[in-house]
């Protein structure tokens, strides 16, 4: 229920500047999506307090419902226009081994469609009338 007011009170401070918000979850609410995994599988977030991660499944619209402008995309989309590939190869040139399959892993992880990639999403807030922000593309 705070998400809009906290979305709102950041609109306001946007004269110049930009919000993103990413995390997992999607553009219309999926109810009460509080969640805790544990090793990768969920698990009671009350089993053991601080040894899992706590989340939850963010409605991204009711964000959008402010006196800005807005944009929406995946994660994956967001990084891939960001560069992240070139970026990513960059890093990668000194590596080898173990190090260069867990950096691998990692630039995979944030942005395969079967990982992280389309799972998490990104909401940008700016004010109306500004450029469009790095990385979004123009909604239909």
């Not at 990982?115 to 909401?123: D, I, R, V």
Request: net charge positive.
């Amino acid at each position: 229920p705070q998400a809009r007011p906290i979305a709102e009170t950041i609109a306001a401070r946007l004269t110049p500047g930009l919000a993103i918000f990413i995390d997992y979850g999607g553009w219309h609410s999926r109810g009460d999506t509080f969640q805790a995994l544990r090793a990768h599988a969920p698990t009671d977030p009350f089993a053991a307090p601080g040894q899992a991660d706590l989340t939850a499944h963010v409605d991204f619209e009711p964000l959008s419902q402010v006196p800005a402008a807005h944009a929406y995309t995946t994660q994956g989309a967001l990084l891939g226009a960001l560069g992240i590939a070139a970026r990513s190869e960059r890093l990668a040139r000194g590596l080898a081994g173990d190090r260069l399959e867990s950096h691998l892993a990692a630039t995979r992880r944030l942005t395969s469609p079967s990982e992280m990639g389309t799972l998490f999403k990104a909401l940008a807030l700016y004010p109306k009338g500004a450029p469009l922000p790095p990385g979004f593309a123009p909604t239909r």
